[in-house]
C-alpha cells in the first residue's frame, strides 16, 4: 500500500512537496534509483499578480501557451528498516511523496 505525504526527513532535515530537484539531492543526496515515466503538458505560467484577467480566463503568460515538462519518480532506499519513498517530479518541482514497501 503506498500512503502519500507532504514531506519527507532525510536525518535532521526535511524536504517538501514544491521543493527543487538541487534541495532534494543536497539535503538527502543521490537517489537510489531515477525513472523516468515520460511528460506532461501543462498552461504556461501565469504571468504577475494583477495581469489581465477577463471573468475567469487569465490571458497573462510568460513564454508558450502549452509546455511539455518531463515527469520523474526517485526512489529512496534508507534501508531494510524503513520504507522506500518515491518522489515525483514534473519539471524541477517535487509535487508528490509516496511510502512504498520496505527497503532493502
Do not use: H, Q
Not at 33 to 38: L, R, T
Not at 60 to 78: D, K
Amino acid at each position: 500500500a503506498t500512503l502519500a505525504d507532504d514531506n519527507m526527513r532525510c536525518g535532521s532535515r526535511l524536504v517538501s512537496v514544491g521543493d527543487g530537484k538541487d534541495k532534494v539531492r543536497a539535503l538527502c543526496g543521490e537517489p537510489s534509483d531515477v525513472a523516468f515515466v515520460g511528460t506532461i503538458g501543462r498552461r504556461g505560467f501565469p504571468a504577475s499578480p494583477g495581469s489581465t484577467r477577463y471573468g475567469d480566463y487569465d490571458y497573462g503568460f510568460y513564454g508558450p501557451a502549452w509546455v511539455e515538462l518531463p515527469v520523474e519518480v526517485w526512489t529512496y532506499n534508507f534501508g531494510s528498516s524503513k520504507l522506500l519513498r518515491k518522489l515525483r517530479f514534473v519539471g524541477d518541482e517535487l509535487v508528490d511523496i509516496r511510502t512504498d514497501g520496505r527497503g532493502y
